[in-house]
């Protein structure tokens, strides 16, 4: 058996001095195929039973004791390989990182957020409700008649089908927000409802699809000197100018009795816009005291509550602020007009930051 434990010797100090690829060949000349300890494994065949035990177990330990030199020599040689590699291409993490292309906030989701400051800082509650109404919802509990041009097919898209016998059809206005939010609350109520509408319009100031908010406050007390001091705060912090004029225009609304348009001052100059005081007046929304009509429609006892209701276009107000010319490009998908107009993250408004 001295030739085994020779030969044991001999290999293991030919594998601690071997690098990879000498591993590979040691491998192959010794435990391969036609290697040398595998052709003495092979001669056993030629000796007798006791002396094949004996020699065919050093053989094997000698085997076992060759092969794993040889995997504890390749793990150690690739741990060293590795520790090189990670030394000699390590990273300066002190570099500045490369700069990466930011998002930019549309102006319509700013305007959504800074509406919803201001009038959750007044107290208001959010209130949302689908896209697809019943006429009943979108015009009829609105003391809106039949023949009202609002509810002609040129101006309103109608869907096939019916809900409860009542057809169905792009909600033109947020104000079934409103009723649904009658119908399934007690007064008092107060509430904003922002949301996406649908007309049949377009141009350089109309879209088929825009937005608008309308709120509604409904309470025992409540009269038009409580609407006034509320929309004049309102606009007065949206466009952050103190001493902003205001002013209620007489009107008519079939949902509202009795209703206003309200117009704040402006200057035409030089073919330009400026908002604040001047010598002109620009229409920006609608209000009024809710109609009895639409408080029995809803469940509500007239003489019991009243309220007021007021709605406007937020591509409206935010053109004006922004001073974004034509409406269509709102929804052009233009990235550069998004880069041009849009916000950054951090100038999100809430009702923790205000605007």
């Known amino acids: 058996m001295q030739d085994v434990d020779a030969l044991r010797n001999a290999l293991l100090a030919q594998v601690e001095a071997a690098d990879l690829d000498g591993l590979e060949r040691l491998r192959v000349s010794e435990l391969g195929k036609k290697g040398r300890i595998t052709l003495l494994m092979r001669d056993l065949a030629g000796l007798d039973a006791q002396a094949r035990r004996e020699r065919g177990s050093h053989l094997n330990r000698?085997?076992?004791?060759?092969a794993s030199a040889l995997e504890a020599r390749r793990a150690a040689l690739a741990d060293a390989a590795l520790d090189a590699r990670l030394a000699g291409e390590s990273i300066d993490v002190t570099l500045p990182v490369r700069p990466e292309p930011q998002g930019r906030i549309h102006p319509i989701s700013q305007t959504?957020?800074?509406?919803?400051a201001i009038f959750g800082e007044m107290g208001f509650a959010l209130a949302e409700g689908p896209d697809i109404e019943d006429d009943w919802t979108n015009f009829g509990a609105l003391n809106i008649p039949p023949e009202h041009p609002a509810r002609q097919e040129m101006d309103t898209f109608y869907l096939p089908g019916e809900r409860d016998g009542r057809r169905l059809v792009l909600r033109t206005h947020t104000s079934p927000v409103q009723v649904r939010t009658m119908r399934s609350q007690r007064p008092p109520i107060r509430i904003i409802a922002?949301?996406?509408?649908?007309?049949?319009?377009?141009d350089a100031t109309h879209s088929p699809m825009f937005h608008q908010v309308e709120g509604l406050v409904i309470d025992r007390v409540i009269d038009m000197g409580h609407l006034k001091g509320c929309l004049i705060a309102f606009l007065r912090a949206y466009f952050a100018l103190d001493d902003l004029p205001v002013r209620f225009r007489p009107s008519y609304f079939p949902f509202t009795e009795p209703s206003a348009e309200v117009d704040i001052g402006c200057a035409r100059e030089g073919g330009t816009l400026r908002i604040?005081?001047?010598?002109?007046w620009l229409e920006i929304l609608g209000c009024g005291m809710v109609n009895p009509v639409v408080l029995?429609?809803?469940?509500?006892?007239?003489?019991?509550?009243?309220?007021?209701?007021?709605?406007m276009g937020l591509e409206r107000i935010a053109m004006l602020k922004?001073?974004?010319?034509?409406?269509?490009?709102?929804f052009e998908s233009d990235l550069r007009w998004l880069r041009h107009y849009g916000f950054a993250a951090l100038e999100q408004p809430s009702l923790v930051t205000g605007l």
């Open 194 to 202: 922002p949301g996406r509408t649908y007309r049949s319009d377009y």
């Open 296 to 311: 029995e429609n809803c469940g509500i006892d007239p003489g019991q509550w009243q309220g007021f209701a007021f709605g």
């Open 112 to 116: 959504i957020d800074e509406v919803v």
């Open 276 to 280: 604040g005081a001047g010598r002109d």
């Open 62 to 66: 000698l085997k076992e004791q060759v």
């Open 322 to 330: 922004y001073g974004i010319p034509d409406l269509r490009t709102f």
